[in-house]
């Protein structure tokens, strides 16, 4: 025999197959006590299968109903103050402003601001 094959301090060995099984028979065991189905957790895979497809699709309709209900929230406030011709077209193309910073609060500006009030000196000769 090889070490590989046997503990060392034991002459038994032990096999990766009797692992296996001894393992095996635990988990069932364990999933026997705990009084859960061995397998899928919840039932089995059909079951579960089904029942995540059923909220999976009630999902989809909630989301899709929501969608409608904004739509129409949209169009209703759309029609009543709808800018016509020429401003409508305007107001779709302007560019949301960007706030305004203060100058003052820039610290580059600051830098540029006292680098600016202190001018170069000539050089005399």
Do not use: C, F, Y
Request: a positive charge; glycine letters at 8%.
């Amino acid at each position: 025999e090889t070490l590989a094959g046997r503990r060392r301090g034991s002459g038994k060995s032990m096999t990766r197959g009797d692992q296996r099984d001894r393992d095996r028979a635990r988990a069932q065991a364990r999933a026997a006590k705990g009084g859960k189905a061995s397998g899928v957790a919840g039932g089995n895979v059909q079951q579960r299968n089904e029942s995540d497809a059923a909220k999976l699709a009630a999902k989809i309709a909630a989301k899709q109903k929501a969608k409608e209900e904004d739509d129409a929230k949209a169009a209703a406030s759309s029609s009543r103050s709808a800018p016509s011709g020429a401003a409508a077209a305007a107001e779709a193309d302007q560019k949301p402003k960007k706030k305004a910073t203060k100058k003052k609060d820039d610290p580059s500006a600051l830098l540029m601001e006292g680098l600016a009030a202190v001018k170069p000196k000539k050089a005399t000769k």
